[in-house]
């Protein structure tokens, strides 16, 4: 069992940046995937970007692209999305989840665990 809890959120300026983290339970957070998935007000929650366990591998959706970054650091059991150049259309609700697939999954099926989302805003 893992738990997740995202923090980092808030409101900023287009053009600005935040630095999301989901902080996780348990000592095997170094075995799972790690994703960030975000949902707009009335749109399906869709995949942002996912990081191996080891963090060597990490992959985008191609939206947030050269503006973002997901690292981990295992001995904190911490999982960050660096989020530059924001743009009103980032706007959502930001959820980190853990998969136990061991690869790079991009559906929201493929991960086990999830946070409880924090919310973050681009005004104009």
């Known amino acids: 069992q893992v738990q997740l809890v995202e923090s980092g959120g808030g409101l900023v300026q287009a053009g600005g940046s935040l630095r999301l983290s989901c902080a996780a339970s348990?000592?095997?957070?170094?075995?799972?995937?790690m994703g960030w998935f975000r949902q707009a007000p009335g749109k399906e929650r869709e995949f942002v970007a996912a990081?191996?366990?080891?963090?060597?591998?990490?992959s985008y959706t191609d939206s947030v692209k050269g503006r973002s970054t997901i690292s981990r650091d295992n001995a904190k059991n911490t999982v960050y999305l660096q989020m530059n150049s924001l743009k009103p259309e980032d706007t959502a609700v930001y959820y980190c989840?853990?998969?136990?697939?061991?690869?790079?999954?991009?559906?929201?099926?493929?991960?086990?665990?999830w946070g409880q989302g924090t919310q973050v805003t681009v005004s104009s």
């Open positions: 990081i191996t366990p080891s963090g060597r591998i990490t």
């Open positions: 348990g000592r095997t957070f170094g075995n799972y995937v």
């Open positions: 989840a853990a998969s136990t697939t061991g690869w790079i999954m991009k559906a929201m099926a493929d991960y086990n665990y």
